[in-house]
């Protein structure tokens, strides 16, 4: 057990701080999950053939900031030819590649699909935006295939903070 503190000026280099406190100062603040401003904001819908778009926005994971600034697509895998599968459309947070990225998990086929569990560990912690149903043998996603889940706190959720701004 330690004691942590901060954050204070350093004198001759006693004090040295890095991303994770920082990150993790930020994380006690505001919660994960998208920023909601706009309704758009990260929002999942179909692109042409089998991929589907990502609206710009942002969001916060773990004291850590993520923007995506303009719409991105994302391809999916062909479909099965026997069973359907459901995507997960997820905003990951890596601290092996010190990075934060939009990215598909790939569900998988079967008569009666769910979608892919999310990752929650140390190095890893992704945020689920969306699940997409990927009809068998489908050449195109439509929207009715795709689940908006940035609203729902146990996959994403909204930010959050301690601080209320003031606005004059």
């Known amino acids: 057990m330690a004691e942590k503190y901060g954050f204070f000026n350093s004198s001759g280099g006693d004090r040295v701080y890095d991303a994770a406190d920082f990150a993790a100062y930020f994380g006690s603040l505001v919660s994960n999950g998208v920023f909601y401003m706009a309704t758009t904001n990260l929002q999942v819908s179909p692109a042409i053939g089998l991929a589907v778009n990502?609206?710009?926005g942002s969001a916060w994971i773990n004291g850590y900031r993520y923007e995506n600034t303009d719409v991105l697509n994302m391809p999916l895998t062909t479909a099965?030819?026997?069973n359907p599968r459901i995507d997960r459309i997820v905003i990951r947070l890596s601290q092996i590649s010190r990075s934060i990225q939009l990215a598909v998990v790939a569900g998988t086929p079967a008569a009666t699909p769910v979608a892919p569990a999310l990752t929650r560990t140390s190095d890893v912690?992704?945020?689920g935006i969306a699940?997409?149903?990927v009809p068998t043998?489908?050449?195109s996603?439509?929207?009715n295939n795709i689940t908006d889940t940035r609203l729902n706190t146990g996959l994403c959720g909204l930010v959050n903070s301690?601080?209320?701004a003031v606005y004059e």
């Open 54 to 56: 990502v609206a710009a």
């Open 80 to 82: 099965n030819g026997s």
């Open 125 to 127: 912690y992704e945020l």
């Open 131 to 133: 699940d997409v149903l």
């Open 137 to 139: 043998a489908a050449t």
């Open 141 to 143: 996603i439509v929207a």
């Open 162 to 164: 301690l601080v209320s």
